[in-house]
């Protein structure tokens, strides 16, 4: 079982970047996927979570209405539309999965960079 994110860059501030996040595994059954980023010199931190029965979502309150997941069910893959990017949002963002039955996220991706230009 893996997840791959992909979509990450160099943008300026106000612009957007959509990041994807791909789950595959014989043995996988999603719980709940999510994104986590961490800055230079700081702790990893929560961003943003959907649960893939009934969709509900979950914010950060730093990203709250400017970030949106959303997810396609059969390919098992969720995105994360960033708008109106700010330079404190420049972190390497990370991609989980909460498999059913599992406790917490026991399945991460390896990152990919998002970078804010001012």
């Known amino acids: 079982v893996q997840v791959v994110e992909s979509g990450g860059g160099l943008v300026q501030a106000g612009g957007s970047l959509r990041l994807s996040c791909a789950a595959s595994g014989r043995t996988f059954s999603a719980y709940a996927m999510g994104w986590f980023r961490q800055a230079p010199g700081k702790e990893r931190e929560f961003v943003a979570s959907?649960?893939?029965?009934?969709?509900?979502?979950y914010y950060a309150d730093a990203v709250q209405g400017r970030f949106t997941i959303s997810r396609t069910i059969a390919s098992y893959t969720n995105y994360l539309q960033m708008d109106h990017l700010k330079p404190e949002d420049t972190a390497i963002y990370y991609c989980?999965?909460?498999?059913?039955?599992?406790?917490?996220?026991?399945?991460w991706g390896q990152g990919t960079q998002v970078s804010v230009s001012s």
């Open positions: 989980a999965a909460q498999q059913t039955g599992s406790q917490g996220y026991g399945v």
């Open positions: 959907i649960r893939w029965s009934g969709g509900s979502k």
